[in-house]
C-alpha cells in the first residue's frame, strides 16, 4: 500500500475505516506477511502513511517516534432500479 485514498474517494465511498496508531518504540518481532484484496471494479481503495516505519520492517529492528495512519474506503455495488 503506498498513499491514502484521495479526499475525494473518501468524501464518496459508503464506508470508510480509518485507524491513527502512535508509538514511542516498537520492536518487530515477526515481520508481517499482510496484503489487502478489493474485488470488483474500482469499489475500493486503502493506504497508510508513515512516520519513521519503512513499508517492509525487519524483524529484530526497533523503531522509534512511529506514526501510522490507515484509511480503507469502500462503494456499495450499485443496481439498476427495476422498470
Known sequence: MSGRPTD??????????????????????VAPDHKV??????????????????????????YRSVRIGYVLEARAARHAEPD
Open 37 to 62: 484484496e478489493f474485488h470488483g471494479h474500482d469499489q475500493a481503495a486503502s493506504g497508510t502513511n508513515r512516520e519513521n516505519l519503512p513499508e517492509s520492517v525487519t524483524e529484530g529492528q526497533r
Open 8 to 29: 475525494e474517494d473518501i468524501a464518496r465511498a459508503d464506508i470508510v475505516v480509518a485507524a491513527d496508531v502512535e508509538a514511542d518504540d516498537l520492536e518487530v518481532r
